[in-house]
């Protein structure tokens, strides 16, 4: 029905930046709230940020001044700009979207990519 594709992640510095992508794909009549989580090892998935339709933007007090997160709703896609990475922030990113498809019309549905790895590391 609806695919999320991140890309973006890898292994950078601590105070380096990264920029995750999120693109969604398929039967989509429209994309409401979009989000970024994450999931360290033996940690549970916490949410990063979020961004709503209208523009609308949520963070994790961890990320704040130092992550941004925007979409394109053109391209159905979301982006994660993170600068001043720390060990910390080392974890799987996973998209998150929740979208109302068109097959069955007008059902909204929370979606998950496949996650990408982010690594902070001297």
């Known amino acids: 029905q609806v695919r999320l594709v991140e890309s973006g992640g890898g292994l950078v510095q601590p105070g380096g930046s990264l920029r995750l992508s999120c693109a969604a794909s398929?039967?989509?009549?429209?994309?409401?709230?979009m989000g970024w989580y994450r999931q360290a090892p033996g940690k549970e998935r916490e949410l990063v940020a979020a961004i709503t339709s209208g523009g609308n933007t949520n963070y994790a007090d961890s990320v704040k001044g130092r992550f941004t997160i925007s979409r394109d709703n053109a391209k159905n896609t979301v982006y994660l700009q993170m600068n001043s990475l720390k060990p910390e922030d080392t974890a799987v990113y996973y998209c998150h979207g929740k979208v109302t498809i068109t097959q069955p019309m007008g059902v909204t549905l929370a979606f998950w990519g496949q996650g990408t790895q982010v690594t902070v590391s001297s």
């Open positions: 398929g039967s989509i009549f429209s994309i409401n709230a």
